[in-house]
C-alpha cells in the first residue's frame, strides 16, 4: 500500500469513529475476575509511575503510594488496556503470583484480591490490587495526570510485545479514551467505594 492509501484509510477510520453511532462500535467485555491480565514488570519499579493517593477514612486522613501502570487483557482475540494501580508495599506480593517469574512480563489471574472501579455506564474500569482495609472512593484515582500516564504505560506495554505504530496507535487511543471518558465522569464517582470482585 502506497502512502496515500494509508493515510486515507487513517482518516476514513478515524471519520467513523467520530461519526457514526457508539453502537456501531462495541466496547469490548470489561475485565472480570477469572481474566488473565499481563502487564511490564519494570512498570512497577518505574518512580514515574508512583501516585500518591490520598482519602478521608474513619474521619482520619489517610494516604498511600501506588503504583499504575496499563494492563492487557483479552476479550475474542482483542488486546485490550485497563489501568491498574498497585499499592507499593504490594508490588512483590503480586509480582510473586506472576504465571512465569522468568520473563520481563507478568500474567496474573484476576482474583478477590483485585478491586475496581468503573464509570456509571459500565463501559470502562479500572484495577486496583491494594489492602481492601482502604477505602479510598473511586475518583481518587481518577484526574488528567493519571490519564496521561496511563497512555504512557500503555504504549510502552504495546511496544514491548512487538507491536508496530500502525497496531499501537489504535489501541492506546481506545484504552485512552476509556480511561479519559472515566475522568470526565469523575464527580460522578464521589461517594462511590471501590468494587469487589
Known sequence: MNRKWIVLVFTFMLVAVLVLPSAAFASPRLVEKGDAITFRKSALSDPNNLVKIEWQ???RNKNQDYVETAVTYTVDGQEVFVPLFV???LVD???????DKTTKKCTVKVNSDFQYGQDSGQTSRFLVYHDQGNK???HRFINSELASKFANSAQQ????AGKSAGE?????????EAFNKIVSLGKAYI???LRNF
Open 87 to 89: 499499592q507499593k508495599s
Open 168 to 176: 499501537i496507535v489504535p489501541q492506546v487511543k481506545l484504552a485512552t
Open 191 to 193: 461517594g462511590d467505594y
Open 136 to 138: 479510598p472512593y473511586q
Open 157 to 160: 506495554l504495546a511496544e514491548s
Open 93 to 99: 506480593e503480586l509480582l510473586e503470583e506472576c504465571e
Open 57 to 59: 477514612q474513619d474521619f
